[in-house]
């Protein structure tokens, strides 16, 4: 899988790293779907018994190495890619050196799986990076998929060529047997989009965004309290207390393009982005409202907000996937403009599987209106 393309950088981190690394531009780490594990001899029944014994991994603390079909308590681990996960215990950690374009905006994507009814979280870091805390907890206590796993998104500026990136559970569970289960570790380089005098708003068509793997149909989570500066989604802050969902149309009904977002989370799920507008101007925001195609029934709202203005979008839908458009006309009234939107109501598929859905958002454009209207001279 090691594909160098021909641009002078790639062909000479190849050069460099022939065997060992080349970086990682759109698909999983290296082993990152864990289908390489130990020797026998280095383990005892799942548990890793040498630090280096996953090949391209490290470990620390208690970390499983599952094959699907495991039965756990009640639970049967079903792994999402290929046949192995690894199931990390109490402040275990699994970590990676990764080959990468320094100075380049990254997106991580990975599958986690929760194994106990109590609060899991993930503590996903990169190492030397010049940020002091560039470290994120993605909370697991709230369930997105029906069938217990979810892709999460991370995002982070490469600040080294090579970065070691570690998945750490900072949990403490009586029950040891608890501990979230990791599947398929993937990476993004993201490219940042510009706006432009057709639309005023970075990526409004979602287009760019983290990794989506092609045989997980749940999405991937963009996780909340997102500033632009991590964010894996070029642009757009996540600033609500829960995820939105990042969707493409290999597996969801998508109003434009190949992605769009879901806001999953209800009144708590919302995204929004920062634009420099001049107080007075008059502006128009259009966007595309509907639903994913994934039995999400019923009156679905988005609301938005832009300087002056707000408006109130429903959506009725069938499940089936389908998409209305809506228009704000605002007045800037300062030299930065919060766009922000968010869904109206709490929804869930109609599956009774317990899975939150909610109305999708794609497609959204800013420009801006001259008022009055001028002639234009040659
Ligand atoms: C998360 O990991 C980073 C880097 O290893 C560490 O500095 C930070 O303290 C951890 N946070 C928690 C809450 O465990
Ligand atoms: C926002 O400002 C515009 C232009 O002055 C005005 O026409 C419009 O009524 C205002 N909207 C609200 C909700 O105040």
Redesign the pocket.
């Known amino acids: 899988m090691k594909v160098c393309k021909a641009t002078v950088v790639l062909v000479l981190l190849c050069a460099i790293s022939h065997t060992a690394f080349s970086a990682v531009r759109n698909g999983l780490l290296p082993n990152g779907n864990f289908e390489y594990g130990p020797k026998p001899s280095e383990m005892k029944g799942t548990l890793v018994l040498n630090r280096k014994a996953i090949p391209n991994w490290e470990i620390s603390g208690e970390v499983e190495y599952i094959k699907s079909g495991h039965t756990q308590g009640d639970m049967l681990l079903v792994v999402p890619e290929g046949a192995f996960a690894v199931r990390l215990g109490n402040e275990a950690s699994i970590k990676q050196k990764v080959r990468m374009i320094k100075d380049g905006f990254y997106s991580l994507t990975f599958s986690a799986a929760r194994t106990c009814a109590q609060e899991e979280k993930l ?1 996903v ?1 990169v190492s030397r990076s010049l940020e002091p ?1 560039d ?1 994120g ?1 993605l909370p697991m206590q709230t369930m997105y998929s029906s069938n217990g796993w979810d892709s999460y998104s991370y995002g982070f500026k490469a600040d080294a060529s090579q970065i070691e990136i ?1 998945i ?1 559970n ?1 949990g403490v569970e009586e029950d040891p047997a608890c501990g979230p289960v990791i599947d398929s570790v993937a990476l993004k380089l993201l490219s940042l989009p510009k706006r432009t005098r057709a639309n005023l708003l970075k990526n409004g068509n979602f287009e760019e965004g983290p990794y989506v793997f092609p045989n997980a149909p749940w999405g991937v989570l963009i996780p909340p309290h997102i500033d632009d500066a991590h964010s894996p989604l070029p642009g757009w802050i996540i600033d609500s207390l829960k995820a939105v969902k990042y969707i493409d149309s290999d597996h969801f009904h998508v109003p434009e393009g190949k992605r769009a977002i879901e806001l999953v989370g209800g009144k708590e799920s919302s995204i929004a982005q920062i634009v420099r507008t001049e107080p007075g101007k008059e502006y128009v925001l259009t966007f595309a409202v509907g639903d994913a195609k994934n039995s999400c029934v019923g009156s679905l709202g988005i609301e938005a907000f832009a300087g002056n203005g707000t408006t109130k979008v429903v959506y009725v839908s069938t499940g089936s996937g389908g998409f209305k458009r809506a228009k704000l006309r605002f007045k800037a009234t300062q030299w930065r403009t919060r766009v922000m939107f968010f869904s109206t109501f709490y929804t869930m598929t109609s599956d009774n599987s317990g899975t939150l859905c909610g109305p999708t958002l794609d497609d959204v454009k800013l420009i801006s209106v001259r008022t009055p209207p001028r002639t234009r001279r040659a």
């Open positions: 503590n870091s805390n470290w907890i570690i750490h900072p």
